[in-house]
């Protein structure tokens, strides 16, 4: 079944400790993208990726980092997690831009105490 | 600066009549810009795409529009019934990377 996967759906963490939020497709899609879901905000892009080792700024990056060493991987970093980063997050994966219809993961729900 | 505003929050409408919702944005000259429908707790799932030079759009009962002079796009969903219920977001594309949603417009279809 063509999907993205985000691992873990659920974290519940303490600020300073690092995580990394995985996101994986099996579409062999070039473009991957993070989102950030807050109400009232909407989606707010963090990075995307255009193919492998070509990462870029989204609206919001400030506190994550990404790093695409394989196509089908795209996983999203936060170094020293603040409360502020508590949100909903979305991976998406497209064939080959944000231009085409972009699959959403199933998202992860982060809280940063 | 940019900006995405879908209408109101909440969009109230019985079986049967046609939904509309609206999407407006200031400060862009969007290349593409889709529709995706989000229920609680998933991520959004893509409707249409509609490009800079087309007025129109429809797959069954969706249609959008999209006129660049206005800075507007119309999502229709006609003969609506309460599965349609769920929040619908615009997306607009300036370029192939980047990408920005609006808030969403949560429609709600009564029986």
């Known amino acids: 079944e063509a999907q993205v996967t985000q691992n873990p759906r659920y974290l519940i963490t303490v600020t300073g400790k690092k995580l990394t939020v995985t996101c994986s497709q099996n579409m062999n899609h070039e473009y991957m993208s993070w989102y950030r879901q807050d109400p009232g905000l909407g989606l707010r892009q963090i990075y995307y990726?255009?193919?492998?080792?070509?990462?870029d700024k989204g609206d919001v990056p400030e506190g994550y980092k990404v790093s695409r060493k394989e196509k089908r991987n795209f996983p999203l970093i936060l170094e020293s997690p603040s409360p502020n980063q508590t949100s909903l997050y979305f991976c998406?994966?497209?064939?080959?831009?944000?231009?085409?219809?972009?699959?959403f993961g199933p998202g992860t729900r982060l809280t940063v105490l | 600066s940019q900006k995405i505003e879908q209408n109101s929050e909440a969009l109230n409408i019985q079986e049967g009549k046609t939904a509309t919702l609206t999407c407006n944005y200031t400060?862009?000259?969007?290349?593409?810009l889709q529709w995706y429908r989000q229920d609680p707790g998933r991520g959004p799932v893509f409707l249409l795409l509609?490009?800079?030079?087309?007025k129109e759009k429809r797959k069954e009962r969706l249609k959008v529009t999209f006129d660049t002079t206005l800075k507007q796009s119309l999502f229709h969903i006609t003969a609506s019934q309460p599965a349609d219920s769920a929040t619908y977001l615009c997306a607009l594309f300036i370029n192939a990377g980047k990408s920005t949603f609006g808030d969403g417009t949560t429609l709600t279809v009564k029986p």
């Open positions: 990726s255009m193919n492998v080792e070509v990462t």
């Open positions: 509609i490009r800079e030079n087309e």
């Open positions: 400060n862009y000259s969007p290349a593409y």
């Open positions: 998406a994966s497209s064939l080959v831009t944000s231009y085409n219809e972009q699959f």
